[in-house]
């Protein structure tokens, strides 16, 4: 069971932060399932700003499944998305983050790929 560091910073124009791998036995992946274990995300600014967080279903046409929507994040506050809670991923399903400015947040989260 493969872990993964997950680390970006977060986009006005929004962009995807993690796709989940296809299955690969010889890897380590013999399901191709990956989970979430927790986001956090990092205001680094002195100013408070928003951020929208979504899971992209690859099954589905990509369809858009809100984890956060313009969530208000105070100045140089973190806070844990998945707070107990994990999201398993199969393969090509993405997360994906839409900040209300570049350079505010910093998104940082682990990953187990089975």
């Known amino acids: ?3 993964k560091n997950i680390g970006h910073a ?9 796709t989940a791998p296809a299955a690969d036995a010889n890897a380590g992946r ?3 399932i990956a989970t979430v274990l927790g986001i ?3 205001n680094r600014t002195a100013s408070s700003g928003t951020i929208s967080i979504s899971w992209l279903d690859a ?14 994040i105070p100045a140089f506050t973190s806070i844990n998305i998945l ?3 994990k999201l ?3 393969p090509g399903d993405a997360l994906r983050a839409q900040a209300s400015a570049n350079n ?11």
Request: proline fraction near 8%; glycine fraction near 6%; hydrophobic fraction near 50%.
């Open 59 to 72: 099954s589905n046409a990509n369809a858009d499944n809100p984890l956060t929507f313009n969530l208000t």
């Open 1 to 3: 069971m493969p872990m």
């Open 83 to 85: 707070d107990a809670f």
């Open 88 to 90: 398993p991923l199969e």
């Open 30 to 32: 013999p399901d191709g």
């Open 10 to 18: 977060a986009l006005a124009a929004g962009a995807v932060f993690y």
């Open 40 to 42: 956090q995300v990092l």
């Open 104 to 114: 505010v947040f910093a998104i940082t989260g682990a990953v187990s790929e089975d």
